[in-house]
């Protein structure tokens, strides 16, 4: 627990600060793969900080070690030269969400995004449709300093005659057409927002200590009655005098049980 900024609510609260990577399929279906909870550096020994950063690329590595497929998407908070390095090492795609004050080098110089986007003629913004809303985009190929690839940069504006874009992505594939990096982009806000969406407001994600606290506590109470009584089960009849011990006999039992099954379902299934 910490004093964290809340960007919705624009202030800070006392939270944790957590960090999720979700599987999401075009179909639409996604699953929660991977969480993490940051703990600040006064929280950690010197050794054992890690950052946003770091936590992040864990989970590359980890989605890369277990083989599964697809496209990273993520917000301007990781896109850095840390972040999207590992991910064209690896030979993987990429769509980041990129801060318009972000430096990049557009014509042989370096200036920010903001301003490269003022040069953008309106006759060169083309119109696209997502969804039932329309937007102009530019899209070329620029690097980002510290960035070791070329990158395709896309910058939308809400009207063509506008000079302050309202948006940027970015990618490591020159040759995807401007729909294909947006629909990639998307998937977090498909997959990521969602979850925590349905989780807090039907299943209790906000409330997760509270009721983590509960079931502990129940856990307990339980051990603890069952360490005073007699109980039909094997590993009641063996002394347990303490909450580990009846922890790891009830481990046992329920591995004990388990194998008895696949035993079972393996004798019936031939």
Not at 46 to 58: I, S
Not at 189 to 209: A, I, M, N, P, Y
Not at 248 to 257: D, I, T, V, Y
């Amino acid at each position: 627990m910490g004093w964290f900024w809340d960007h919705a609510n624009e202030r800070y609260v006392i939270a944790h600060d957590d960090l999720t990577s979700n599987s999401v399929c075009p179909s639409g279906a996604h699953d929660p793969i991977a969480w993490r909870r940051f703990k600040k550096r006064d929280a950690c020994e010197p050794e054992a900080f890690k950052d946003h950063t770091e936590l992040y690329r864990e989970w590359i590595d980890d989605a890369i070690a277990r083989g599964i497929p697809g496209d990273f998407a993520f917000d301007s908070y990781f896109t850095s030269a840390k972040v999207l390095n590992p991910i064209e090492g690896q030979k993987r795609s990429y769509v980041g969400d990129l801060k318009l004050n972000h430096k990049v080098i557009y014509e042989g110089r370096e200036q920010g995004l903001q301003a490269v986007a003022r040069q953008i003629l309106w006759q060169t913004k083309k119109s696209m449709r997502v969804d039932n809303r329309r937007y102009w985009c530019f899209s070329t190929q620029m690097r980002i300093p510290d960035v070791k690839h070329p990158v395709r940069i896309v910058l939308f504006w809400m009207e063509r005659s506008d000079g302050q874009a309202s948006k940027a992505l970015v990618s490591n594939r020159l040759t995807w057409e401007v729909i294909r990096m947006v629909l990639v982009y998307r998937h977090p806000w498909t997959g990521t927002e969602t979850f925590h969406g349905d989780g807090k407001q039907e299943l209790g994600l906000g409330e997760r200590q509270t009721r983590h606290v509960y079931l502990v506590s129940a856990a307990y109470s339980l051990l603890m009655h069952t360490l005073h009584q007699n109980r039909p089960q094997e590993w009641a009849r063996r002394l347990t005098a303490t909450i580990g011990a009846a922890c790891r006999a009830c481990k046992g039992e329920q591995l004990g049980q388990l194998i008895d099954w696949i035993v079972d379902k393996l004798a019936d299934d031939h």
